[in-house]
């Protein structure tokens, strides 16, 4: 059974940046690709960036993109979301997710494994 494991958020202030870390166990890291998601209060979990198995191909959000981004370290069995300019809107919970059959999708339902989420709170 795969276990995700996301490093605490925190609250951080507007413009600022914050990363994230997800350690997975329980299968070959390599045979997993990896993706972060959100949900924001009242509203439904959102995709927010997504890494092939090897790390070479990515794909984010228009809302994120060219302020967040995805990275592996295969041999730390470790995942990060570098996220930079926060934004109020921003503010949700983030969850690490994985997949064995898919690489670098955006569509929730093809993510097997999750974790528990961490809150990421961006205000002054």
């Known amino acids: 059974q795969v276990q995700l494991v996301e490093s605490a958020g925190g609250l951080v202030q507007p413009g600022g940046s914050l990363t994230l870390s997800c350690a997975a166990s329980?299968?070959?890291?390599?045979?997993?690709?990896m993706a972060w998601f959100r949900q924001a209060t009242g509203n439904e979990r959102e995709f927010v960036a997504a890494i092939s198995w090897g790390g070479g191909n990515t794909n984010s959000a228009h809302s994120v993109k060219g302020r967040f981004t995805i990275s592996r370290d295969n041999a730390k069995n470790t995942a990060y979301l570098q996220m930079n300019s926060l934004k109020p809107e921003d503010t949700a919970v983030y969850y690490c997710?994985?997949?064995?059959?898919?690489?670098?999708?955006?569509?929730?339902?093809?993510?097997?494994?999750w974790g528990q989420g961490t809150q990421v709170t961006v205000s002054s």
């Open positions: 997710a994985a997949t064995a059959h898919y690489s670098g999708s955006s569509n929730i339902r093809d993510y097997t494994y």
């Open positions: 329980g299968r070959t890291f390599t045979s997993l690709a």
